[in-house]
């Protein structure tokens, strides 16, 4: 079971799923279904989905971003943390993958919580308005930097953005990697440490999750 550069032994997190998680039976669903596709490791875990609908929870957030969506895993995660009245507008370039979201979001009745926008996000973020409590980051690499600061923009002081794949697979760590991606999460790594706009932490969960606290 891939858990990314903060792996833990199987039995070990089959445990903080089963004993540390209340996934409902819609996002056991999506999660099984997202498995057996190209890619689908590219998923958040379910101990990532159950932070972010603490962190969710905890700052009273109603109006939330999501910047890459794939099939749907954080996005339903968030919803179901939302109040009623809550939103979170996803931006995604895939019909394909975003299409069996969409059917799992029906499926958990929370599709009208969800605000789908497909297209380039970096031109879809432009047109967003008004303040925002959370963001979630997990799309090209290469556009990081941009995509936080364009939400760091859009969210509210004391909201929170929180940044996927910060680790990238332990890869940050290896130097003999000099790929595109590499570079990119290791350059947004450094830079954010040194953004004294917001308080950070990286919380080894999954692939990484950075969590920045907009002061």
């Known amino acids: 079971m891939g ?7 199987a039995k070990l997190f ?11 039976a819609v996002q056991r669903r999506l999660r099984a279904a997202t498995r057996r596709i190209p890619m689908g490791g590219m998923q958040i875990g379910a101990d990532q989905g159950a ?12 109006r ?5 969506t794939f099939t749907g895993y954080s996005a339903l995660a968030v919803a179901l943390a939302l109040p009623p009245g809550g939103k ?41 308005k008004g303040s925002f ?33 910060t680790l990238w697979y332990a890869r940050v760590v290896d130097r003999r990697d000099q790929s595109v991606d590499t570079r ?3 350059a947004f790594n450094k830079r954010l440490r040194r953004d004294r706009r917001v308080e950070i932490s990286l919380v080894p ?11």
């Open 64 to 68: 939330c971003i999501e910047i890459g």
């Open 88 to 128: 979170i507008v996803c931006f995604d370039r895939s019909e394909e993958w975003t299409s069996i979201a969409r059917r799992y979001w029906r499926q958990a009745r929370v599709e009208k919580k969800i605000d789908l926008r497909l297209g380039p996000a970096l031109e879809s973020l432009k047109k967003l």
């Open 133 to 165: 409590d959370f963001a979630f980051i997990d799309a090209d690499k290469e556009n990081y930097w941009k995509y936080y600061e364009r939400c760091l923009k859009l969210v509210r002081r004391g909201g929170l953005i929180a940044i996927d794949n």
């Open 51 to 62: 932070l972010m609908q603490i962190l969710v929870r905890a700052i009273g957030a109603r």
């Open 205 to 215: 969960i999954g692939d990484g999750l950075t969590l920045a606290l907009k002061r």
């Open 14 to 24: 089959e445990y903080v799923v089963a004993r540390g998680t209340r996934e409902t």
């Open 3 to 9: 858990r990314g550069a903060a792996d833990l032994p």
């Open 184 to 186: 990119a999460i290791r």
